[in-house]
């Protein structure tokens, strides 16, 4: 009797396993360099990392752009410029780098860091489809 409850322990166990595992796959987005995939990566954890973090992290960005958030024209940047207060947009005192790599073959996945003293903050995340013009 004790070796039946071992072994029904050991199979819900490992059933919760693979269930956790298989929705942490579902969440997450694949970013793919030169044919061969990178690490998963959802973008709640680009979020979290420091622009010099996901640089490392996920190798050379396709497109990096610098520019003061005043200067922030056009319908793709709304993501950044709405995380900012009128008054603080016109400042010009506020830094942004745009990163952008490539996730797939189909999508690109651009990140807007704050640029501080002494390092670069995630401020917005846009997940868009090649060739959309904006």
Same mark, same amino acid.
């Given at each position: 009797?004790?070796? *039946? &409850?071992?072994? $029904?322990?050991?199979?819900?166990?490992?059933?919760?396993?693979?269930?956790? =595992?298989?929705? $942490?796959?579902?969440?997450?987005?694949?970013?793919?360099?030169?044919?061969?995939?990178?690490?998963?990566?959802? !973008?709640?954890?680009?979020? $979290? $990392?420091? %622009?010099?973090?996901?640089?490392?992290?996920?190798? %050379? #960005?396709? *497109?990096?752009?610098? *520019? /003061?958030? +005043?200067?922030? &024209?056009?319908? *793709?940047?709304?993501? !950044? /410029?709405?995380? &900012?207060?009128?008054?603080?947009?016109?400042? %010009?005192?506020?830094?942004? +780098?745009?990163? /952008?790599?490539?996730? +797939? %073959?189909?999508?690109?996945?651009?990140?807007?860091?704050?640029?501080?003293?002494?390092?670069?903050?995630?401020? #917005?995340?846009?997940?868009?489809?090649?060739?959309? =013009?904006?």
């Amino acid at each position: 009797m004790k070796y *039946f &409850y071992c072994i $029904l322990i050991l199979i819900i166990s490992s059933c919760s396993v693979n269930k956790k =595992e298989v929705s $942490l796959k579902k969440s997450n987005h694949v970013i793919e360099k030169a044919g061969s995939l990178k690490e998963e990566v959802s !973008i709640q954890k680009l979020m $979290l $990392l420091t %622009k010099e973090e996901a640089v490392a992290k996920y190798e %050379k #960005a396709s *497109f990096i752009e610098r *520019f /003061t958030l +005043d200067a922030a &024209y056009g319908e *793709f940047r709304n993501n !950044i /410029t709405n995380q &900012y207060l009128q008054e603080e947009r016109v400042s %010009k005192t506020i830094i942004i +780098d745009e990163v /952008t790599w490539e996730k +797939d %073959k189909e999508t690109w996945i651009t990140v807007w860091y704050e640029v501080q003293e002494s390092k670069s903050i995630p401020k #917005a995340v846009y997940v868009w489809e090649k060739g959309t =013009e904006f």
